[in-house]
């Protein structure tokens, strides 16, 4: 064996297997494909809704989702990378990762609740408060799609990310007829809430009666331990992150009102594009 072969034997070993290469692209494009058709419904459901629905009412409907934007980056926990992680170490046939991430999160929604649920206090406005808590109790059923990191971490995001194109693209046509119907802001908050649980039920459902996906399996505490342990520089970088973004709506609205907020919002949105 000459020294190039030699050479060349480990380079080749480190070189991705075709099909390897093809799962990778595809699972890319629909991971990116779901953020797309989320992104896109977003913004132009805000517009549209900015133009029908009254500056008080728009404002509320914006503060209550800004607040649950915080909440759901906060519960992830710092475990969606991570969480990948630790389900590529247990193999095709583990899950004990995936209860673990679940059950954190949902500690974390409890206590996110709780503290943005106060904090909408701060509005001293009734329609405001009781707008957010709804609109809250969405991170309840948004942190039960953690199976969505298990098919993740092995390549199958195609089926969670059909899962939520469908969702997104039955609720436009759910927003279109309430738009047409009856243009209220607690109807688009019980879209909003209905669409989160939908998808992430839907997700857990999937998962649970996938022939392809082991049972979900008990975690002990000593991994729930080391996970939020290891997770909790990442948690702490989201919520900073969150804080530095949403800071100034929380403190907009009990000095200025929910119309503010609307102008503070558009301006918010307006001016990345200008940069």
């Known amino acids: 064996m000459t020294p190039e072969t030699t050479a060349a034997s480990p380079a080749e070993s480190n070189r991705l297997d075709p ?11 629909w991971n990116a494909l779901q953020q797309v ?9 805000a517009i549209v809704l900015a133009w029908i629905l009254p500056l008080r009412d728009y404002g509320v409907y914006s503060y209550a989702l800004a607040l649950c934007t915080v909440g759901f980056a906060v519960t992830t926990a710092g475990l969606n990378g991570l969480g990948i992680k630790y389900i590529v170490a247990e193999g095709m046939r583990g899950t004990r990762s995936v209860a673990a991430i679940l059950l954190i999160r949902e500690m974390f929604c ?22 957010s808590l709804v609109a809250l109790s969405s991170l309840f059923v948004r942190a039960l799609d953690a199976p969505e990191l298990w098919y993740m971490a092995h390549m199958r995001s195609r089926r ?29 908050i019980g879209i909003f809430v209905d ?9 857990l459902w999937r998962f649970w009666f996938d022939p ?43 000095m200025m009102g929910s119309v503010s907020v609307v102008f503070f919002d558009t301006r918010c949105q307006i001016a990345p594009a200008k940069a």
């Open 19 to 29: 099909d390897d290469s093809r799962s990778i692209r595809q699972n890319s494009i």
């Open 212 to 254: 392809d996906a082991p049972a979900m399996s008990r975690p002990s505490r000593t991994e729930i331990v080391s996970m939020l342990r290891d997770s909790s520089p990442l948690a702490l970088s989201a919520i900073a992150d969150q804080a530095n973004q949403r800071a100034a709506i929380v403190i907009i609205q009990p």
């Open 195 to 203: 669409e989160t649980a939908v998808a992430s039920l839907w997700i």
């Open 160 to 188: 969670t990310a059909m899962i939520r194109v469908i969702t997104v693209t039955l609720m436009v046509v759910v927003r279109i007829v309430g738009i047409l119907v009856l243009p209220n802001v607690w109807l688009f």
């Open 110 to 131: 409890v206590v996110t609740y709780l503290v943005l649920g106060a904090i909408s206090f701060t509005s001293q406005d009734k329609l405001t408060t009781v707008a």
């Open 37 to 45: 058709s989320n992104l896109a419904s977003g913004s132009v459901f």
